[in-house]
Each structure stands twice: as structure tokens, then as C-alpha cells.
């Protein structure tokens, strides 16, 4: 019994004494707890940005933003469009195009931890042979020379699942009747983004409007946007792209040189944005800025168009279809013609149309600086111009068999003064697209 008092009074006479240790470790384990329980998993979560799209997307046709942050080619392209290393280190060609034979890094592995070697690799092309003889090899094996071969596997190659190789992953996506409605991102920093797609600009922009979003990117039209305090607006230049009127030359009367350069000559292209020259990347390797301009002249368009006889210029009434997409862009084009005395109106169209007069749209430019599917003389599904001309073929044959690159850049000169000179559409400007961030 003596002891226990004993032991009661050392107790309470060590507590009296060190209770403020004590009391700091009680506070100390509390605060300890909280940061463990709530802190630390946010910080591994990492920060999450949810981003607003126009467009209806499968898994199959994603935007290459998006495919890009999840996925690695065996090339990457260069600003000025030359083919880099990528998942490959080197690649050759022993006959002269016709076989490519790239050679694998070595570190690299895919989402799910497995190693990166060449029989985990899939490209699908049609007429072509793969071989993989080892893991770090790929063979393609062509049926014909094809000298911008390093540029198709440029395009990021996954496994099954959407499952890449770059700093980003899916994490999850969420499909509605087929199409994409979100898909989230995650780093290998823990960070998220979440992509959520809309059916239109509309319905995009009120998205941002509720908080459904924090950023829409790659939209035309900035407004009411760059009017608010609480939002940020970046403007870039698609240089990657061009708005084109294809001619249809084989149309009754556009099938007349003089017309095309009369109607080029007449449109006002620095006022709808940063003018583009050709169908050429202005800052390809191979680009050519002493091509025919035709700079806004309409002295020389009346001139051109005042050589047709009467009863043909009453005939020339130039339907212009364009996308909704561009419908302010054609109604400024069309106002120019008829400045002229051309005859014109504007139509739009959802869809590619399979027949029109002059076709107002946005091309993609090739990755590569050839362009054979879009004006060689044999491709009727892609040439949009219905265009034919022996020298631009003979020039179009020779660049995608070239593989000097400085006489590849030679041929490319030679085919965008020529193809200039004959007009078979206009090239008008870069578009510029919108981000809108939440501050």
C-alpha cells in the first residue's frame, strides 16, 4: 500500500514537473495525425485542372494535344520538320527508302512498368511488312521508296487501353454512346487533368461559364472572355494549319487560270490574320517565301477579270461553301469578289461536300513537306482541287523519293512557285486560336 502511494506521488510529482512536455506531445501527436491523414494525400494527389473541349472524339481519334502528353513515337518532328530521335535512337535505310530499320532505346518502359522492346510495339499500315529479328530492332518494309517514312512514326504508338510511354497516363475515361465525354490524365508528379468534351463552342464556353471547367483551349473566338477580369486569354498562331479556298479546276470556268488569280488578287488577306503564302509550314526546312504573294491588288483583278468576254462574266456566279465554323471569313471573301463585279454567294455546309465550285476550309498541314495526296494528279479523293499538272507531279514524284535533305528542300522550292503560279486554290492565312484560363 506504501508503495503504491509512493508511486502516486512520483507519478504526480514527474507530471507537475514536465506537464508542458506533456502537453506539447499530446498537441504534437494530434497535428502529426491530421497532416497523415489529410495533408500528405493531397499532396500525392498533386494538383488537377479540368480543361474544355469542342469536339466529339472516340478512343480511336483523339486530339494529338492529348495523344502527345500520353504517348511517344519512334520519331519526333522538329519545328522546322525535320524527323528526331524519339523512342528510337537511329534509324537507316539500306535500299534507298524502301526498308526502314529503327533502332530501339533501351530504358524506356510502358504505363504498366513492362519494358519497352520492339515486339511491344504496334503500327498498323496498310502495304507494309514489320519484322522485329531482336528487341531492339523494328523493319519496315515498303512496297515502293518512300523518302518521309521517319515522319509516319512520328505518331505515338500504344498498347492496348491507350497505354503510352510518356510523362502523362490515363487514368480513367468515361464514354457515352460511343464518344468521349471526359478523360483524365494523370503524371507521374500525381498531377491531374481532366478533358471534358462539348458538342460546341456554345455549350463549351457556358461550360466554362458554371465552373465546369477551369480552361478552354483551341477556341476561335475569345468573346465575351477578353472582356472579364476573372479570366486570362492566350492567343497563338496555328502555323500547323492554313484556311484555303480550293478552286475547282475543272469547274467551267474556274478551270481558267486568269479567274483563280483574278479571285486571289481581290481577297483582302492581311485583315483576316497572319498571312500564309503557300501550303508549307512557314517554318519548314523546305518553305519558300519568294513564291507569287498576290497581295491584295484589285486593280489587277478587274484587270484580270475585264479580259473575259461579257456573256462569260454575267455566266461566273462562284458559290463559296464553307463550314459554320468559317461563315464570317467566306462573307468577307464573297464581299471582296463582287467588289470586283464576280458574281458569288456563300453556303455552308456540315460536311465535305462532294461537288462545289470553291470550297472554303482549314488544312492540316503534312508533318512532312510532302504533299502528294493533296495535288498529285492520280489522287481524286484527296486532291481537292481536281488539280493536274505534269511539272507539279514530276516535282511531287521526286520529293518523296529524295532523301538528301538539302535537294528534297530544292524540289519543295521548285513545286510551291509553280504551284502558285497555276492557283488552284488560295492560301490565305493562319488561324489563331484561343486559351481561356480562370485566374
Do not use: C
Not at 323 to 352: M, R
Amino acid at each position: 500500500m506504501a508503495k503504491t502511494k509512493f508511486l502516486i506521488r512520483l507519478i504526480s510529482a514527474y507530471f507537475k514537473h514536465f506537464r508542458w512536455i506533456f502537453f506539447l506531445g499530446i498537441i504534437f501527436g494530434f497535428l502529426l495525425f491530421f497532416v497523415i491523414k489529410f495533408i500528405l494525400p493531397s499532396i500525392n494527389q498533386g494538383g488537377t485542372r479540368k480543361i474544355g473541349m469542342v469536339g466529339r472524339f472516340t478512343t480511336n481519334d483523339l486530339p494529338e494535344d492529348i495523344l502527345l502528353l500520353i504517348g511517344d513515337g519512334l520519331t519526333k518532328m522538329s519545328d522546322d520538320g525535320i524527323p528526331q530521335p524519339n523512342l528510337a535512337t537511329s534509324w537507316e535505310t539500306p535500299d534507298k527508302g524502301k526498308t526502314w530499320i529503327f533502332r530501339i532505346k533501351n530504358d524506356v518502359y510502358w504505363h504498366d512498368n513492362t519494358k519497352l522492346i520492339s515486339d511491344n510495339i504496334i503500327y498498323d499500315y496498310t502495304d507494309v511488312e514489320i519484322e522485329k529479328p531482336d528487341n531492339k530492332t523494328l523493319v519496315f518494309k515498303l512496297n515502293e521508296p518512300f523518302s518521309p517514312f521517319p515522319s509516319v512514326v512520328s505518331s505515338p504508338t500504344f498498347q492496348k487501353g491507350l497505354l503510352g510511354t510518356s510523362f502523362w497516363r490515363v487514368d480513367n475515361i468515361n464514354l457515352f454512346g460511343g464518344y468521349i465525354q471526359e478523360i483524365t490524365l494523370i503524371s507521374k508528379s500525381k498531377d491531374r487533368l481532366i478533358y471534358r468534351f462539348y458538342p460546341t463552342l456554345d455549350a463549351t464556353k457556358l461550360a466554362f461559364k458554371l465552373g465546369k471547367v477551369d480552361q478552354i483551349v483551341n477556341i476561335i473566338d475569345p468573346d465575351p472572355f477578353n472582356s472579364w477580369n476573372t479570366s486570362m486569354v492566350q492567343e497563338s498562331v496555328a502555323r500547323q494549319q492554313v484556311v484555303v479556298i480550293f478552286f475547282n479546276t475543272q469547274d467551267k470556268h474556274l478551270s481558267e487560270k486568269s479567274l483563280r488569280q483574278a479571285l486571289i488578287y481581290s481577297i483582302d488577306k492581311n485583315i483576316l490574320g497572319e498571312r500564309a503564302l503557300s501550303p508549307i509550314n512557314p517554318n519548314s526546312f523546305a518553305y519558300n517565301p519568294q513564291v507569287k504573294p498576290y497581295d491584295y491588288n484589285i486593280d489587277r483583278a478587274k484587270e484580270l477579270f475585264s479580259e473575259f468576254p461579257e456573256e462569260i462574266k454575267k455566266e461566273i456566279d462562284i458559290k463559296l461553301i464553307t463550314t459554320p465554323v468559317l461563315f464570317k471569313t467566306a462573307e468577307k471573301v464573297v464581299q471582296d469578289w463582287q467588289k470586283v463585279g464576280i458574281k458569288s454567294n456563300v453556303l455552308v455546309s456540315s460536311i465535305i461536300p462532294s461537288e462545289y465550285q470553291a470550297y472554303l476550309t482549314i488544312l492540316e498541314i503534312p508533318k512532312d513537306v510532302d504533299q502528294y495526296p493533296l495535288w498529285h494528279s492520280t489522287q481524286s479523293d484527296t486532291n481537292m482541287s481536281k488539280f493536274s499538272n505534269f511539272r507539279i507531279d514530276k516535282l511531287l514524284e521526286e520529293g518523296r523519293v529524295e532523301l538528301d535533305t538539302d535537294e528534297r528542300r530544292k524540289i519543295y522550292l521548285d513545286f510551291q512557285r509553280f504551284l502558285l503560279e497555276e492557283a488552284p486554290a488560295a492560301f490565305l492565312y493562319h488561324p489563331r486560336y484561343y486559351s481561356i484560363t480562370r485566374k
